[in-house]
Structures are given as structure tokens and as C-alpha cells.
């Protein structure tokens, strides 16, 4: 079976202060991690993936195997970070979201 | 390129009735998937299909959804009868190939709501 989670329903945090969202996981092959994220009324998109090592729009994220984690981090919020994140898991050809983090960045 | 498209955005049935959705994912791409996110939680696979076959529909509600996707291209969702519980929004997406490291593509989606 494969599961994430993310503790945080909800998540404020003032511009230019860091903001990290929490993502733990339980799979037991190899996984695929990625962030998704849904600004207000725009689709479902991906975010980054872990597998790139990539950093876009100032977030990244580093995949911890030991603690099965895939949190997402930015140093400095912007106002326009503001949406639904969310977490998920490819394990066999299937994509499992995490409930998801609603982030509201405040002037 | 154009994105997943679905219709219709919005559909308001009552309990008990039928309805219908529709989706035409990306040019090319083979996988198609059916998501169910119900307010405050996260998308929920609902189906995925290979081409025009199932690949997985473990948690479809077999005895009121059904799905298709003739000719491997557009697909349809139907729930019939609706009950109160299936207010949500339906997710289509589509994906190049499932194996490889591709996220997915997702339409804007269609809100149900069933009062």
C-alpha cells in the first residue's frame, strides 16, 4: 500500500519569511515523489518532481529516505505563493495525493 | 500544446439522477486516469486506462460509476444513480507514458453537486 500524508491542513506564513510544507510518505518500493500545486481558480499542476533535483519558483525539495520524507521548502515567500499544495507518491503507475496544505502568504 | 479538456465545469443534479462527464486528455497521450477530489482532500484515483483498457479500478464504486474510453482517445464517466456523497469534483489527466517519470497533466476538472 502506499500513503502520504501532510500534517498541515492549513499554513500562514508573512512575505519574505521561509515556509516549509511537510510531506511523509510510506511506500514500500522505490518511490516517486512530486509537488503539485493548485492556485486559485487554475488547475491541478506539477510543481517539481524529486527525481530532478530541481528548483522552481525559489521551492525545493529533498527526498529523505530514512525518514520517508519529501518536504517542500522556499527561503523567502512571495504573495503569489499562495495556493493549495499538494504531496504525492507514484508507486506502480498510480499517483496518490496527501490531503493537502493551503498557504496564504500575508504583506 | 492544448491541455486535458473537460465538460461540462459545473453540473447540479438531484439525488438518484444520472450524469455524465467527458475528457480529451493531451494529443499522443496513452494513459488517462479519473480522479475524485470531494472538498478538503486530496484527488482520489478513481481509474486509469491504457489506451482503451483498464488498468486499474480498485476504487471505482462499481455499482454506480462506470467508465470508458473508446478508440483509446476521449473518455466518459458516468455515475448512476447519484447519491449525495459523490459531490465533488471530477479530475481528468492524461500522461505520456506511466513508467517513466512524467507527472501528470490535469484538466480544470467538473464540480458535482448532488442535492
Known amino acids: 500500500a502506499q500513503r502520504v500524508t501532510q500534517p498541515e491542513k492549513l499554513l500562514s506564513v508573512f512575505k519574505g519569511a521561509p515556509v516549509e510544507l511537510k510531506c511523509n510518505y510510506s511506500y514500500s518500493g522505490s518511490p516517486e515523489l512530486f509537488w503539485y500545486v493548485q492556485y486559485s481558480r487554475q488547475r491541478l499542476q506539477l510543481l517539481l518532481r524529486h527525481i530532478s533535483r530541481e528548483s522552481i519558483k525559489g521551492f525545493t525539495a529533498d527526498l529523505n529516505k530514512g525518514e520517508t520524507s519529501f518536504h517542500l521548502k522556499k527561503p523567502f515567500a512571495q504573495e503569489e505563493d499562495s495556493a493549495m499544495y499538494y504531496c504525492a507518491l507514484k508507486g506502480r503507475d498510480k499517483l496518490s495525493f496527501g490531503a493537502g496544505t493551503t498557504v496564504t502568504v500575508r504583506a | 500544446e492544448a491541455g486535458v479538456a473537460q465538460s461540462p465545469r459545473y453540473k447540479i443534479i438531484e439525488k438518484r439522477q444520472s450524469v455524465a462527464f467527458w475528457c480529451n486528455p493531451i494529443s499522443g497521450h496513452a494513459t488517462l486516469y479519473w480522479y475524485q477530489q470531494i472538498l478538503g482532500q486530496g484527488p482520489k484515483l478513481l481509474i486509469q486506462f491504457q489506451n482503451n483498457g483498464v488498468v486499474d479500478d480498485s476504487q471505482l464504486p462499481k455499482d454506480r460509476f462506470s467508465a470508458e474510453r473508446l478508440k483509446g482517445v476521449d473518455s466518459t464517466l458516468k455515475i448512476q444513480p447519484a447519491k449525495l456523497e459523490d459531490s465533488a469534483v471530477y479530475l481528468c489527466?492524461?500522461?505520456?507514458?506511466?513508467?517513466?517519470?512524467?507527472?501528470?497533466?490535469f484538466g480544470s476538472g467538473t464540480r458535482l453537486t448532488v442535492v
Open positions: 489527466a492524461s500522461s505520456l507514458d506511466p513508467s517513466a517519470n512524467y507527472g501528470y497533466t
